[in-house]
């Protein structure tokens, strides 16, 4: 029983009235998180009846489809009604009915007509123009329920509206469940949204039980006992869902939800409840033409049927279909349903979709119908579909039902309706790579690359092994070829290495320049070399060979990227890019913004290597590669952010990336990356959760990078000699000597940084001796290196000034010039301390102030710390430091010492002395952080100090840190 009466949701309707007034002079978005059964729908419903006209609300959900969300679900009612909205400019969209056949048929080209180039950002460009011109004649809510179910391309579709729409009037609305099945996928979209400045988020809260009275009294119509009010309340747990099953219960109600649930449709007469289990089989949502189709009542008969499921809230109408009220009704439904009688419905589904070319749905019906072998067929279809449609992740679940039903069929690549030649009712065209073939072997070969697309690696290294395992190599060696090279990218995007299988795949081509897919391996198997550049050099070079010689632009491509990152090749990448963009491969084309963050940061052009990589990753989410290329790329962009000292944005982009679940290389590495910047800033705790675990995903530049993690960790953690250790096996490693030299030479920084800390704490015990023999070890592998860009020189003159104790300002310019404000910052340092050395105090007090700014804008706590400490032990004047308040002398003040710290202004003096933000001095002292930040400001004010920095390096002056102050 639904409560006519909405109850408890005042502030939530009148925060998305409030989201729509923003929307009114620019587009918005409005996100409603709730539980299961907490009332997300019937918000959107009571929202879209206190709408003013003339606003329209246009609606569309993602249905949980045996736990596979359908491409692009949500957005074909939307557009359904958009296209009837701005019907009189529908045939600017005909493009649309291509990806989504439900909007009618594609109209023919006319003579001499050109059509515009198709891909995904064709179709998101359309979706975009058609919301954008209906809300210009009429303001407009576009409302997707059920987010948590939408699969990756209605993410992405979702995402790329919310980015680039720009017409006021539009309101993007979207519901989704917290927790469950779908919710952790959200993670990045939500990331994303919620920092939108017009995005209003909602989580509703279960009811009160002083509004579970309410619904109760709405529901019966009298207000009940205290005693009803407060079981009810106790057992729903103020679901309002709950509450609706247990309105008319008493003491021997079930206990188990689906009882609960089942309560009023097992009430229902017998024609009613068929019908409601025939809407369950169907899905969240069936039309009313579909419906009608399956059912065995029609007109009349079966409105009088479905109008009490839609009277008791069981259905609700939308659109031109019929969906449950709630996905747990649905979900109980069709589980009560007898195995019989959920073959026979799916039978009726599948029979009256059969000319239609709703392959996913046909998919699924025939196969819960135990009709495995056109299950099968239509999978295969719809595979096919969902990768024209950037869909990997649904290509690959498409591809895995037609090898789960391989074995069931009698002759699976004849119900596939084509074989190598690719004829056959069935056929849709040749595939973009790859040997065309119906059989197991080629099916397995498709898996494997909508895997490695996908980013579901492992999964990708099984199917390629079992299609290797089919194929054999002797008659078909170019189909074993492509299926090593495939395992070996795979294998090398895990984070192992793929040579075996590249050099197994070399070994059954003919060694000819005319041969492409020679070409294509070699060029993968360099790219897997790298960063042995050495290793690497041949098969670029005999890539690129190959495809000048066969005018093949993947294989041009590849050995262009070797040339480009090997010799810091700037026009080669962008002649990879102008080859690249012509490409239907965007796996291709997105690996060469990887190449150029990776040149332009060697060469020390950060900013353009950070622009290069973010623009790379908006592209991989857009073309469905997200998980694949995009984390990688994740990791060019956030390690670029961090050297440019934009920490805020790598932390946020680091926490994005790592939310989306990304393949076990690329999560330590941003893992990694986290430490760092945790390091950094001071957090110990958190740097040692992140190099924690096993490094055995990472390899070569990315498994020394976790070394000089671990080492500086120990440092932090007041164990050099640990350090030491773990700088000994790095040096020790065969990837030492065979990444580009500016790699190694970072690590050989580290080590310095090690043995500084070595020194410090034993400087002339027998472990000096040590530190100093490492030292010369470390020398002597820099003087073994060459020199490769300017990142590469700023870290030789970072080492040599930490090796030798001098020629600070030739570190500082290298560091100034690259715009690496961190580095920067510990090199002023140390040319300030060798400025106060050498009498400069000028200079020094200089140095020490740049530095604290620089400190102080990136959050780094220890380095600011240091700063203070050593501006603090600098002399106040001709060389002798103050004295030292005596006891009962006045308390810290001004330079002059007239103004007194309040004892509480003096513990936040010490946390300022600490490094510590004024949210984390609020944290540690429990008041609010504005607090903090008042009593900072006072203290500044009362030392005459213009920054925390300063007021720190005055308290370890005059010694304040040491004690309290006196009373």
Request: hydrophobic share 45%.
């Amino acid at each position: 029983m639904v409560s006519p009466v909405f109850v408890g949701r005042d502030d939530a309707l009148a925060a998305l009235a409030g989201a729509w007034q923003t929307a009114v002079g620019a587009p918005a978005v409005a996100l409603v998180a709730g539980e299961a059964g907490i009332g997300k729908s019937r918000l959107v419903t009571e929202f879209e009846h206190a709408l003013d006209l003339p606003v329209r609300m246009v609606r569309g959900a993602c249905a949980e489809f045996g736990g596979e969300g359908l491409a692009y679900a949500p957005f074909v009612a939307v557009l359904r009604r958009l296209v009837r909205e701005g019907a009189a400019a529908a045939g600017r969209y005909r493009e649309l009915a291509r990806w989504f056949p439900e909007l009618g048929e594609v109209p023919e080209a006319q003579p001499g007509e050109q059509r515009p180039l198709s891909g995904k950002h064709r179709l998101y460009e359309e979706v975009l123009a058609l919301v954008e011109e209906v809300a210009a004649a009429r303001p407009v809510v576009v409302a997707v329920e059920d987010l948590h179910w939408a699969d990756a391309a209605s993410r992405e579709l979702f995402a790329f509206l919310a980015r680039n729409l720009t017409q006021p009037g539009v309101l993007l609305l979207a519901t989704y469940r917290l927790g469950g099945a779908g919710a952790g996928q959200l993670g990045p979209l939500l990331s994303e949204l919620a920092r939108g400045p017009r995005t209003t988020t909602l989580r509703l809260p279960r009811l009160t039980e002083g509004h579970v009275g309410l619904q109760l009294a709405a529901i019966l119509g009298t207000a009940p006992d205290a005693a009803t009010v407060h079981r009810v309340h106790r057992r729903s747990d103020g679901n309002p869902l709950f509450v609706e099953a247990l309105a008319h219960g008493d003491s021997h109600t079930p206990d188990s939800l689906r009882e609960l649930l089942l309560r009023a449709p097992r009430a229902l007469p017998s024609p009613a409840r068929l019908l409601l289990s025939l809407v369950s089989a169907g899905g969240d949502f069936v039309t009313h033409r579909l419906l009608e189709s399956v059912a065995d009542e029609s007109g009349p008969e079966l409105d009088a049927l479905l109008r009490p499921l839609v009277d008791q809230g069981l259905l609700v109408t939308a659109d031109d279909g019929y969906g449950f009220r709630h996905a747990l009704i649905r979900q109980a439904v069709y589980e009560d349903l007898l195995p019989g009688e959920r073959i026979r419905l799916h039978t009726r589904y599948a029979e009256a979709l059969r000319d239609s070319d709703a392959y996913a749905e046909l998919a699924a019906h025939t196969y819960a119908a135990g009709d495995h072998e056109r299950a099968l067929a239509f999978a295969y279809r719809a595979a096919h579909r969902a990768r024209r449609s950037y869909a990997y992740d649904e290509q690959r679940r498409m591809l895995e039902r037609v090898l789960d039903l391989w074995d069931r069929v009698r002759d699976p690549s004849a119900a596939l309706g084509t074989g190598p030649s690719g004829t056959g009712p069935f056929d849709i065209g040749p595939l973009d790579s790859g040997p065309r073939g119906a059989d197991l072997v080629g099916v397995l070969t498709e898996a494997a690359e909508a895997c490695m697309f996908s980013g579901d690696y492992r999964r990708g290294i099984d199917h390629a092994t079992a299609g290797l395992a089919a194929v054999d190599e002797r008659r078909a060696p170019e189909r074993a070829a492509l299926l090593l090279e495939h395992r070996g990218r795979l294998r090398h995007r895990l984070g192992g290495t793929g040579n075996a299988d590249f050099d197994h795949a070399l070994r059954l081509l003919p060694d000819d320049v005319g041969n492409v897919l020679r070409g294509r391996v070699l060029g993968v198997m360099a790219m897997g070399l790298l960063p042995d550049a050495d290793a690497a050099r041949w098969a670029f070079d005999e890539a690129l060979r190959i495809g000048r010689h066969t005018g093949d632009a993947t294989v041009t491509v590849r050995g262009l990227l070797g040339t480009g990152a090997r010799d810091g090749d700037l026009g080669a990448l962008a002649e990879a890019r102008g080859l690249a963009e012509r490409l239907d491969s965007h796996d291709l084309l997105l690996t060469v913004p990887m190449y150029e963050a990776m040149v332009h940061t060697r060469t020390g052009e950060h900013r353009r290597g950070v622009d290069a990589a973010l623009d790379g990753l908006r592209r991989a989410r857009r073309s469905g590669l997200g998980l694949s290329r995009g984390a990688d790329l994740a990791c060019y962009a956030a390690h670029g952010l961090i050297l440019t000292g934009r920490w805020d944005e790598a932390t946020a982009l680091l926490d994005e990336a790592l939310a989306e679940d990304p393949p076990p290389a690329a999560r330590q590495h941003l893992r990694r990356l986290v430490g760092r910047l945790a390091l950094c800033r001071g957090d110990v705790a958190a740097a040692a959760t992140a190099a924690s675990g096993p490094a055995d995903a990472l390899r070569s530049t990315g498994l020394l990078q976790h070394y000089q993690l671990v080492c500086l960790l120990a440092v932090a953690q007041g164990d050099p000699e640990e350090a030491d250790r773990v700088l000994g096996r790095t040096l020790a490693d065969p990837w030492f000597t065979r990444v580009p030299s500016s790699e190694a030479r970072s690590v050989l920084v580290t080590g310095a940084l090690v043995q500084e800390a070595r020194l410090d704490a034993d400087s002339n015990g027998p472990t000096a001796q040590q530190a100093e023999d490492r030292r010369t070890e470390l020398a002597l592998l820099d003087a073994g290196l060459p020199e490769y860009g300017r990142l590469d020189r700023a870290r030789r003159s970072h080492l040599h000034a930490l090796l030798r104790g001098g020629g600070w300002q030739q570190a500082v310019s290298a560091w100034r010039e690259l715009g690496q404000p961190y580095h920067l910052a510990q090199c002023l340092l140390r040319a300030g301390r060798s400025a106060l050395a050498a009498g400069d105090l000028t200079g020094g007090s200089a140095q020490f102030e740049e530095a604290a700014e620089l400190a102080d804008s990136l959050g780094a706590a220890p380095l600011s710390r240091r700063i203070a400490l050593a501006a603090g032990q600098a002399p106040a004047s001709h060389g002798a430091p103050p004295a030292r308040p005596a006891e009962g002398a006045d308390a810290p003040g001004t330079a002059h010492g007239t103004a007194r710290l309040t004892a509480r202004e003096h513990e936040v003096l010490l946390l300022i002395a600490e490094g510590l933000s004024n949210r984390q001095i609020a944290g540690r002292l429990h008041i609010s952080p504005s607090t903090a930040g008042v009593h900072v400001s006072h203290i500044l004010a009362k030392l005459g100090a213009s920054t925390r920095t300063r007021a720190a390096a005055i308290a370890h002056r005059q010694g304040w840190t040491a004690a309290a102050p006196p009373e």
